[in-house]
């Protein structure tokens, strides 16, 4: 089916409230109840196991278009975390949740994903990305703030009534929209579910599972580990987090107002190259930062961090995304989300054994020495600017399965045609 922008705005908006009610919370819960950087780091590992086994049951019901039940157990998941989360104490109680968190994640992020690729065409990446992140910092943070302020004064019985409100509001609103389970011609025209073969076979000329690997650790060093930093930052408390991020939000949404608009028609590689360049920078400068300091250059140089973040992540989301058109898309997004699960998993499975043998290392210091460690890795995001080959196109042992399932050679040699046409001229605009 064909998402439209409403729908789309209206699913990523109910979720940046529930995910900032909590599951922002989520590294500073575990943190509170005693959980060292090496059993944080043992969490997101498992998190992400779970995130590709879900997956393999979220594409199979994408292929079947039943978006309706993919809508509702987005938001389901995510309530069982949530209550989970008030009642986690022990290992299996702590094997669950990380569970859970991966499972609603996916569900999350891979309809996210699709919802965003259907509601843009090339030409108006940016500017979409632009509109959502607005949405979403603005709700996101209405969210953390709310989340912070329960947290502190109600305790957890009211984020999960809070949260529960919202959940039922979100699928009183969404799942009443009409034509969400249709397998018509439109479920016939999608990728059909990709099996393990197609996944290791991928290959592209545009380094894109290098980058996956690559990016699934970066997100969860800004998402986990920068979090926590901001909350020793704040003198361990939830409400001065919430207020430190909150007051990000006017500088972020008046960014992406100023640029959004125009980020889709300037040279992109040149955009790109530089925000790697200051992403890169971003790490360099958490790794300087005085975590137990205070003052107006420590919240200055954190504003300048999130501006860096903020701008980087725009530029690769746009890059992603105008590749992805070029490509089956939701065969292109499905398959970044199996590799960066993958990275995170061996990635993060590494640190926790690692962090396991430096008990007695002070954690504020093992933070420090991650951040200078992802200052000159994440110039390796460099290789995503460039393109090899004039054609965007996956490798033939990755697409055989569509070809063979979904198109005739005649219809094949057409898409191939188009794609080849629409890769020259995002090749010209660059």
């Known amino acids: 089916m064909i998402f439209t922008s409403r729908q789309f705005y209206l699913f990523s908006g109910y979720h940046s409230l529930l995910i900032g009610l909590l599951p922002f919370f989520l590294p500073i819960l575990l943190w509170e109840s005693g959980a060292s950087l090496s059993i944080i780091s043992g969490f997101i590992a498992l998190t992400a196991v779970s995130f590709i086994a879900?997956?393999?049951?979220?594409?199979?019901?994408?292929?079947?278009?039943?978006?309706?039940?993919?809508?509702?157990?987005?938001?389901?998941?995510?309530?069982?975390?949530?209550?989970v989360l008030t009642v986690a104490e022990g290992l299996l109680t702590f094997a669950c949740l990380a569970w859970l968190n991966g499972a609603y994640s996916c569900f999350y992020w891979s309809t996210h994903r699709?919802?965003?690729?259907?509601?843009?065409?090339?030409?108006?990446?940016?500017?979409?990305?632009?509109?959502?992140?607005?949405?979403?910092?603005?709700?996101?943070?209405?969210?953390?703030?709310a989340g912070a302020y329960l947290l502190e004064n109600q305790g957890m019985s009211a984020i999960v009534l809070s949260s529960a409100a919202i959940a039922s509001l979100a699928l009183l609103n969404l799942i009443s929209i009409n034509h969400w389970n249709l397998r018509s011609a439109t479920s016939e025209k999608q990728t059909r579910p990709l099996t393990i073969n197609n996944v290791k076979s991928f290959n592209d000329s545009n380094n894109s599972k290098f980058i996956f690997l690559l990016d699934g650790p970066f997100?969860?060093?800004?998402?986990?580990?920068?979090?926590?930093?901001?909350?020793?930052?704040?003198?361990?408390?939830?409400?001065?987090?919430?207020?430190?991020?909150?007051?990000?939000?006017?500088?972020?949404?008046?960014?992406?107002?100023?640029?959004?608009?125009?980020?889709?028609?300037?040279?992109?590689?040149?955009?790109?190259?530089?925000?790697?360049l200051l992403y890169a920078l971003s790490w360099l400068l958490r790794g300087n930062i005085d975590i137990g300091g205070s003052g107006v250059a420590l919240y200055a140089m954190v504003l300048v961090i999130a501006f860096m973040t903020t701008f980087f992540r725009l530029a690769f989301n746009k890059r992603f995304f105008d590749i992805a058109k070029s490509y089956t898309s939701h065969e292109y997004i499905i398959l970044k989300s199996y590799y960066s699960q993958f990275g995170i998993a061996v990635c993060f499975g590494i640190a926790s054994l690692l962090f396991a043998f430096v008990i007695s290392a002070d954690s504020k210091q093992l933070l420090t020495a991650m951040?200078?460690?992802?200052?000159?890795?994440?110039?390796?995001?460099?290789?995503?600017?460039?393109?090899?080959?004039?054609?965007?196109?996956?490798?033939?042992?990755?697409t055989r399965h569509s070809v063979d399932d979904n198109a005739t050679g005649e219809d094949w040699a057409g898409h191939n045609n188009r794609a080849i046409n629409r890769s020259l001229q995002l090749q010209d605009s660059r």
């Open 54 to 83: 879900t997956l393999w049951c979220w594409d199979r019901l994408r292929y079947s278009g039943m978006w309706r039940s993919i809508i509702l157990l987005s938001f389901l998941l995510e309530m069982l975390m949530v209550i």
């Open 371 to 398: 951040y200078w460690l992802a200052c000159p890795i994440a110039l390796a995001y460099g290789v995503y600017a460039h393109r090899l080959f004039s054609t965007l196109s996956l490798s033939p042992s990755s």
């Open 219 to 276: 997100l969860f060093l800004e998402s986990y580990f920068w979090i926590l930093s901001l909350y020793l930052i704040s003198g361990s408390s939830y409400l001065t987090l919430g207020i430190i991020v909150v007051s990000l939000t006017a500088l972020l949404s008046m960014l992406f107002f100023f640029i959004k608009n125009r980020i889709d028609q300037a040279n992109s590689q040149r955009i790109f190259a530089g925000a790697v």
């Open 114 to 145: 699709v919802m965003f690729s259907e509601a843009t065409s090339q030409e108006n990446t940016g500017k979409t990305f632009g509109n959502m992140q607005i949405i979403v910092v603005v709700l996101l943070k209405l969210g953390i703030i």
